[in-house]
């Protein structure tokens, strides 16, 4: 019985490999082991977890985000985004990528959805870079990863998910996210330049005779134009919260109430756009719920079982032969490995509840260490076999985009997303600072 969580994480990793669906997975996993450990009366817990999940009002958040999140894209703001960023990066080599990763990052800030993102600039950026003459794998890889962006940049659902499984603030994290979401944005504008001045026809500029049929009156107007309505959004959302007017639940209301109007003025709203955005947002809620009651169940077997205690004094003595440092490396490492094959909301809810009490216990501040969590887990959208940002991209790209061609051209975009994750390890003031300042010690 001592060692029945070890059989139970086992049982669940070996389930998940052989493809059977997440939720029942874990919820049957759940079952099998609470009869063997509890008998009969692990039914009489079971619903008090559940039920503890369903009246969550920090969760609340999570639909309204995405009721936001896919009511913006359908309100032909990316567009605008794309078109203006474009003329307005267009005299430099990698201009238009460098654009992509601007609109990822505004995106991101806008509606927190990798999905939504990842389509919506597949849709419309990848045909212009590959007629530009942008080598296949720089614009693919560059489309999937600035897609990513939404998960670390606020307002971000992982960071409302980890934020309510471990207990922090959600407004704590989304103020330590900003920091750390706008180095990626730098490392991959990086990236761009160095291939750019590398290989120069891997990434051309727009003629010069092209950008000048606009005036500069014209495109400050343009961009004054496309950049007002996600900036409103941005301060609307992310300044009530760092305000402290409003809980991220309140605020996440306010982004959805303020993503339909800028749907109307756009005029692009209509009841039947209306009644999509709902189904989609009902649709990925429960995903996300369900697997939420799957996790917790499993949570509930586990921790009875005594699993974290077996997984505390595996990484205590790590620590005391090693360092603390040491275990922190290969807590991260475990989570990057995971993500080759679970996505965000998987990982979150399977492995974060057991591993940061530990790491809290071994002195790692709260905040950075969810920001850690956050950065690392965005990678599982990136990462080969199973990344979904790729899938998501290889379903609307032309017929002359491989799978390959994204595969390869995701691979200097992890890299500096790695060199990101190991830079805020470093430097543990990029995700503390900005919280300490604005809401104090």
């Known amino acids: 019985m001592e060692y029945l969580p070890a059989w139970m994480f086992l049982a669940l990793t070996i389930l998940l490999m052989a493809g059977f669906p997440v939720t029942f997975t874990l919820m049957g996993t759940a079952l099998c082991f609470g009869l063997i450990g509890f008998g009969w009366s692990f039914f009489n817990l079971l619903p008090l977890r559940i039920w503890g999940v369903m009246t969550n009002v920090t969760l609340i958040a999570v639909p309204l985000f995405v009721f936001m999140g896919v009511m913006l894209e359908r309100s032909g703001l990316a567009e605008e985004l794309l078109d203006t960023m474009g003329l307005l990066f267009g005299r430099l080599r990698g201009g238009l990528a460098i654009s992509v990763v601007v609109v990822g990052a505004l995106l991101g800030a806008s509606t927190g959805i990798v999905g939504a993102t990842v389509v919506t600039m597949g849709l419309l950026a990848v045909p212009t870079m590959l007629r530009r003459g942008y080598q296949k794998e720089l614009a693919t890889g560059t489309v999937s990863a600035s897609g990513t962006l939404g998960q ?45 001045l590398v290989r120069p026809e891997y990434a051309p500029a727009i003629p010069r005779a092209e950008l000048d049929a606009i005036t500069r009156r014209q495109l400050a107007m343009q961009i004054l134009k496309a950049l007002f309505p996600p900036l409103f959004l941005m301060v609307a959302v992310l300044g009530s919260i760092f305000a402290g007017i409003a809980s991220p639940t309140e605020a996440a209301a306010v982004g959805a109430v303020g993503a339909t109007v800028l749907t109307v003025a756009n005029r692009k709203f209509s009841m039947t756009i209306l009644q999509e955005v709902m189904r989609t947002t009902v649709r990925l809620t429960c995903m996300v719920f369900i697997i939420l009651c799957g996790a917790a169940a499993f949570g509930l077997v586990f921790r009875g079982l005594g699993g974290d205690g077996l997984v505390r004094e595996f990484l205590g003595g790590l620590a005391h032969k090693y360092s603390h440092g040491m275990v922190l490396a290969i807590v991260m490492a475990l989570i990057c490995f995971i993500g080759f094959f679970l996505d965000f909301i998987e990982s979150t809810f399977l492995h974060v509840p057991v591993l940061a009490p530990i ?13 850690l969590l956050a950065v690392n887990l965005q990678t599982s959208f990136m990462t080969p076999p199973f990344g979904f940002s790729l899938f998501y991209l290889k379903a609307v790209t032309p017929p002359e985009i491989s799978t390959g061609h994204i595969y390869r051209g995701i691979i200097p975009f992890v890299i500096f997303q790695l060199i990101g994750l190991a830079i805020v390890v470093f430097f543990p003031q990029l995700a503390t600072w900005l919280p300490k300042f604005v809401f104090g010690p």
């Open 152 to 196: 670390i940049i606020p307002p971000s659902i992982v960071l409302v998910l980890i934020g309510d499984i471990v207990g922090v603030s959600v407004g704590d994290l989304f103020m330590g996210a900003v920091f750390p979401g706008l180095l990626l944005v730098g490392l991959f504008v990086i990236y761009i330049i160095i291939i750019s």
């Open 359 to 371: 790491m809290f216990e071994f002195g790692y501040d709260p905040i950075w260490f969810c920001v």
